[in-house]
């Protein structure tokens, strides 16, 4: 069943990647919000999007942390052929998640379904300037930092801003500020406004929404009634090579306010 989504494009994905003006979109029935069961389903999508669009060769995956990205890497199945090698990074440094859905964890359990390799990094996001230069001088943290920044394929999800900013425990006046500056989106631990600008960033390390924008194959996956407005915003931006993975509840939201 999933599989025909990539053959019809239904009406509502093609007005949605119209819209975002980006490749591809891909809408599962449901509301992630209220069955999380459509979250499996999303990691469905994902694997076969990755089984399809991943070339022969060495791919450097790199891949975000969250609830989403956490669920969609069980749902991964091998990808590695006797012509495809991969290996799997964290896109970004320690944003101050809980461990089980942390980029590196994300990236440990993708790897293992898809009998790839993976490289962690260990940057805390919370250092002072001087040890957080000092680690960034250590050989194998630049080892696994040229990696991340080799990506040929990213998959990530969106936030909202003032959830992701309490579930990070960002400070009371970094709070304070994203509230004042209107932030409603989080990815990559930037932080944008309605109208799609960055007005925050929160951690330091690994790919740049520039080296993102270089990406050729991007994985946006986010989906909920609830997250409508935030992806709205992070879609005003979005790189052009887009394929992004959401379910009805939010497409029918995001349409409704056009
Ligand atoms: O950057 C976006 C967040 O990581 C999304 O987190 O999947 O738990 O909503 P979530």
Known sequence: LLMDQFTGMDQLEKQLA???????????????????????????????????LLPDGRNVIAVMGGTTMAEIARHITPLETNNRKNLFVPARGGIGESVSIQANSVSAVMAANAKGNHRVLYVPEQLSQEAYHTLLKEPSIMDVLATIKQANCVVHSIGRALHMAARRKMLEEEIVSLRQRKAVAESFGYFFDESGQIVYRASRVGLTLEDVQKIPIVLAVAGGKSKAKAIMAYMKNAPKQTWFITDEAAANEILKGV
């Open 18 to 52: 119209l819209m975002f003006n980006i490749d591809r979109c891909l809408i599962v029935s449901g509301d992630s919000d209220e069955q999380p069961k459509v979250i499996g389903d999303f990691g469905e999508l994902v694997n076969e999007a990755l089984h399809r």
